[in-house]
């Protein structure tokens, strides 16, 4: 995996605004980012904590923001109840924010309601956009101000303490659908998904494949030199299928790429 390649994937990443989550937005773009970043990656990590890596990287990296703490469990008679992702600090302000942080993959189901924060689902149908957020309203943000966070950040006046959700999302809808989104929806549909059917009747010998692993989603298809054809990849998708994993396969065909899941379901 490209480290810069990585790094510049949840630079350039879109994030869900207040519009759409209800939630005050920590947008990436707010960083004062030296062009052409890169620092070291761990290696044996899941998505997530890769993604939440990369962000504290980048936070410790900006000229107008510093990281005071991440990743702090806290604890209530001697049980885990929640974990804070960040507080960080607004270099010019002074005023310091609780940041929670997400990297999701949702596909567009318009079968479910008529309200699209209803529809929005993860690949393999086990989580949702609508659940997300009410986990974030009713349990990841209030646990700030639980007595076990107050007396786990001493220091701090939680009461002055804001709060904010950086919500980067990659987008998929189903293959040749016609309907509308908003802009904020709209700029961050990177590709569709389709079932095995109609992705085998779309196959031709001009197409090359490839399936990145779990910790290269969201990156650029174009920066990958690894391809193959049909028959290198159908082995791999069946067996996913076959376990209900739906995976995301990007296409070569000349000069064009493109993303998209194949779902089980």
């Given at each position: 995996?490209?480290?810069?390649?990585?790094?510049?994937?949840?630079?350039?990443?879109?994030?869900?605004?207040?519009?759409?989550?209800?939630?005050?937005?920590?947008?990436?773009?707010?960083?004062?980012?030296?062009?052409?970043?890169?620092?070291?990656?761990?290696?044996?990590?899941?998505?997530?904590?890769?993604?939440?890596?990369?962000?504290?990287?980048?936070?410790?990296?900006?000229?107008?923001?510093?990281?005071?703490?991440?990743?702090?469990?806290?604890?209530?008679?001697?049980?885990?109840?929640?974990?804070?992702?960040?507080?960080?600090?607004?270099?010019?302000?002074?005023?310091?924010?609780?940041?929670?942080?997400?990297?999701?993959?949702?596909?567009?189901?318009?079968?479910?309601?008529?309200?699209?924060?209803?529809?929005?689902?993860?690949?393999?149908?086990?989580?949702?956009?609508?659940?997300?957020?009410?986990?974030?309203?009713?349990?990841?943000?209030?646990?700030?101000?639980?007595?076990?966070?107050?007396s786990t950040f001493d220091t701090i006046a939680i009461d002055e303490v804001s709060q904010a959700l950086c919500l980067l999302v990659s987008l998929f809808i189903p293959y040749q659908y016609k309907g509308s989104f908003s802009p904020i929806y709209q700029k961050a549909i990177k590709g569709y998904y389709l079932n095995m059917e109609t992705f085998v009747s779309l196959d031709n010998s001009a197409k090359n494949y490839y399936i990145p692993s779990k910790k290269e989603w969201g990156m650029d298809p174009s920066e990958n030199e690894n391809w193959t054809d049909f028959n290198g990849i159908e082995k791999h998708i069946t067996t996913c299928i076959n376990e209900k994993q739906a995976p995301l396969i990007w296409q070569k065909h000349k000069d064009s790429y493109l993303e998209f899941f194949i779902v089980w379901w």
């Open positions: 995996m490209k480290t810069k390649s990585r790094i510049a994937s949840i630079v350039k990443a879109n994030s869900l605004d207040f519009s759409i989550t209800g939630l005050q937005t920590f947008d990436l773009s707010v960083l004062n980012l030296a062009t052409d970043l890169e620092f070291q990656l761990p290696t044996n990590v899941r998505l997530g904590h890769l993604v939440e890596k990369i962000v504290s990287e980048l936070i410790k990296s900006s000229t107008n923001y510093k990281v005071l703490y991440e990743n702090i469990q806290i604890i209530e008679d001697t049980k885990t109840i929640g974990e804070i992702d960040f507080i960080i600090e607004d270099e010019n302000t002074k005023q310091l924010i609780h940041m929670e942080l997400a990297y999701k993959f949702y596909l567009f189901d318009p079968s479910i309601s008529h309200k699209p924060i209803n529809n929005w689902i993860g690949p393999n149908r086990n989580d949702s956009l609508k659940e997300k957020l009410e986990k974030l309203k009713t349990k990841q943000f209030p646990l700030l101000y639980a007595n076990c966070t107050r």
